[in-house]
């Protein structure tokens, strides 16, 4: 009883998004039915990424349409 007791105050965090991980860095990003992209994520929000391409074009992406997000180096 003490051990279940526990485990429901027991604060447990579950990471629900990894775009933190790859803002500001080279990636190459699959949109449906689109061809890859490259470039590099600027800014995030809820349902938005900001994304710029390697020509320097600002271009905002639904997360709803996202297939793979694609780190281009590893650190």
């Known amino acids: 009883m003490e051990k279940k007791q526990k485990r429901k105050k027991e604060d447990v965090k579950i990471k629900t998004e990894f775009i933190s991980e790859v803002i500001g860095k080279p990636v190459v990003i ?4 689109k061809e890859p992209i490259a470039g590099m994520i600027v800014d995030n929000s809820k349902f938005w990424i900001k994304f710029q ?3 320097g074009k ?17 650190e």
């Open 30 to 33: 699959e949109v449906d039915g």
């Open 53 to 55: 391409d390697v020509n």
């Open 58 to 74: 600002i271009v905002y992406l639904n997360k709803a349409y996202l297939k793979t997000i694609i780190p281009l180096k590893k």
